[in-house]
């Protein structure tokens, strides 16, 4: 027995020791070891791994991404796992994001556009005197409110020369910073983000055939990833399926056709849940779009980003078309982790006093 808990990750052998009260995820982070996440609150399930020896409990958020057949196959969510003792665990590595580290900077506002009705586009460029992020396509960053909570954002363009980085931001009713982004922010204003974070980036290990699943504002960090490919000038025939509830919602739907058209093994489908506001586009749900045309997924690697029900209704589904669950990369657009511990600790009636 140690002092601290030790990590053993079975594949590859490398060890980490845990803090008192530190998850699985942030001692492995520390360490310099990439393990996938998205949500960090227990609720999306892409940080999922298998324990194979020890024991963890859950003292912050209940691991709510576990179902009872997960739990009894061993499963555990190593950002909200707190090891009791030393752990040997079965977990995927995401070797291209480990040499990045994450880093605070200023950025100022350089311009901010409508793109859809609730969707505002925004171009952040480093402050004067910042570096420029160094990141992957694909990642996302968290904007540093005043009172220290910080709200998710994917990145919507791959890295550039000069520093700019592109977000597509949905108004939430009700949510704070985003009615405030929506209402209040301007040209010239200044925000802190923290960066890159996240574990959803091109995968080049493979000469699998590619489907890029987004719905609405998913669309942001597939079209990084996407665009990465484009400009690799990939022969993997890639497959991109957007979904959202009206045709005006797809917003950059005439870059998405300008792919399909200059991209040879490109294809585009626009999917629209909403019968009435389709505009003689596809109707239905994007996740049956992709298994009506595909229902054998086995051969693929499947690239997800959107509203948590849209990945939760996708998620089995794929994987029972054959999809291995590790070729399934996924981002679920969960509120920030303050908010969906305060809506679970509600759920479950515990308040702080
Ligand atoms: C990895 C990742 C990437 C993301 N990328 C994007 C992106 O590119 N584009 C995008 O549009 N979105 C993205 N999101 C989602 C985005 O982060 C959220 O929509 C955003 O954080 C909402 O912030 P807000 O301050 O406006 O809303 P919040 O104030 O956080 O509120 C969200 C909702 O919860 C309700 N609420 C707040 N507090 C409570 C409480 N205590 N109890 C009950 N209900 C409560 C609010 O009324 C509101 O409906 C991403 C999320 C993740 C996890
Ligand atoms: S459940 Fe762990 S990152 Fe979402």
Redesign the pocket.
């Known amino acids: 027995m140690h002092p601290v808990p030790i990590v053993t990750l079975k594949s590859s052998g490398r060890q980490f020791p845990v803090a008192i009260g530190e998850t699985v995820l942030e001692a492995a982070q520390r360490a310099g070891v990439a393990l996938p996440y998205?949500?960090?609150?227990g609720v999306?399930g892409s940080c999922k791994a298998t324990l194979l020896e020890g024991r963890c409990e859950y003292p912050r958020n209940p691991p709510l991404a576990l179902d009872a057949g997960a739990l009894a196959h061993h499963a555990v969510l190593p950002c909200q796992a707190v090891p009791c003792g030393d752990l040997l665990l079965e977990a995927r590595e995401v070797a291209s994001v480990e040499d990045i580290a994450r880093r605070q900077l200023g950025v100022v506002v350089a311009a901010k556009w409508r793109l859809a009705a609730d969707?505002i586009g925004l171009r952040l460029l480093p402050d004067r005197g910042e570096r420029r992020l160094r990141r992957l396509p694909g990642q996302?960053l968290d904007?540093l409110?005043e009172d220290g909570?910080?709200?998710?954002?994917?990145?919507?363009n791959g890295p550039q020369r000069d520093g700019s980085i592109e977000?597509?931001?949905?108004?939430?009713?009700?949510?704070?910073?985003?009615?405030?982004?929506s209402d209040v922010l301007e040209v010239g204003d200044r925000l802190r983000v923290e960066g890159p974070?996240?574990t959803?980036v091109p995968r080049e290990d493979s000469e699998r055939p590619m489907i890029f699943m987004a719905g609405?504002?998913?669309f942001?960090?597939v079209k990084a990833i996407v665009e990465h490919f484009i400009a690799l000038g990939t022969r993997r025939p890639m497959r991109l399926y957007w979904g959202a509830r009206s045709a005006a919602d797809l917003y950059l739907r005439a870059l998405a056709e300008q792919w399909a058209r200059e991209v040879p093994n490109l294809a585009f489908h626009a999917v629209v849940s909403h019968p009435a506001l389709a505009e003689g586009l596809r109707t239905g749900l994007v996740h049956e779009a992709v298994l009506a045309d595909q229902p054998d997924l086995a051969g693929h690697d499947l690239y997800m980003?959107g509203p948590p029900a849209m990945i939760d209704a996708a998620h089995p589904g794929f994987l029972a078309a054959g999809l291995p669950e590790e070729r399934l990369y996924y981002?679920?657009?969960?509120?920030?982790?303050?908010?969906l511990a305060?809506?679970i600790?509600?759920r479950a009636g515990i308040h702080d006093d």
């Open positions: 998205s949500c960090r609150a999306c969707v996302y904007v409110l909570r910080r709200r998710p954002f994917s990145i919507a977000l597509h931001v949905r108004h939430v009713a009700g949510g704070g910073f985003t009615s405030w982004v974070l996240g959803f609405g504002t998913g942001a960090p980003s981002d679920s657009f969960e509120y920030a982790p303050d908010v305060a809506i600790a509600g």
